[in-house]
C-alpha cells in the first residue's frame, strides 16, 4: 500500500503565495515521477508540473515563472511553491506519484487533492 498526503491548500489574495507539499508512504521501493494536477470546477483535471526522479522539470505554460516544483527523494516529498497566484489558479491540486512498491509492483497513485482558493 502506498499513500500520498497533500498539505499547504488554502485562501490567499492575488498575487499571494502558497506552497503544497505531498508526502509517499508505505511500501514504496523507488518513486520515479512526481507531479500536481489540477482540477477547477467544470474543468477537467490537467497537469500543473512533474519532476523526474533526476530532477528534470516540467510546467504547464499556464504556471511557468509563477510555480517552481522541486522535491527531496529522501523525505519521498514533492512540493510546489506557487508565485504570484491568481484567480484563475483557483482549484483542487492533487498530487501524483509513480511508484515501484517492495513487490515490483508498478503504481500510479492519487493524493486526495488540497483546495486553493485565489481570491481577486
Known amino acids: 500500500q502506498v499513500q500520498l498526503v497533500e498539505s499547504g491548500g488554502g485562501l490567499v489574495q492575488a498575487g499571494g503565495s502558497l506552497r503544497l507539499s505531498c508526502a509517499a508512504s508505505?511500501?514504496?521501493?523507488?518513486?520515479?515521477?512526481m507531479g500536481w494536477y489540477r482540477q477547477a470546477p467544470g474543468k477537467q483535471r490537467e497537469l500543473v508540473a512533474d519532476?523526474?526522479?533526476?530532477?528534470?522539470?516540467n510546467y504547464a505554460d499556464s504556471v511557468k515563472g509563477r510555480f517552481t516544483i522541486s522535491r527531496d527523494n529522501g523525505k519521498n516529498t514533492v512540493y510546489l511553491q506557487m508565485f504570484s497566484l491568481k484567480p484563475e489558479d483557483t482549484a483542487v491540486y492533487y498530487c501524483?506519484?509513480?511508484?515501484?512498491?517492495?513487490?515490483?509492483?508498478?503504481?500510479?497513485?492519487w493524493g486526495q487533492g488540497t483546495l486553493v482558493t485565489v481570491s481577486s
Open positions: 519532476i523526474t526522479s533526476g530532477g528534470s522539470t
Open positions: 508505505g511500501k514504496i521501493s523507488k518513486i520515479n515521477a
Open positions: 501524483n506519484a509513480n511508484v515501484r512498491d517492495i513487490w515490483n509492483r508498478y503504481l500510479e497513485v
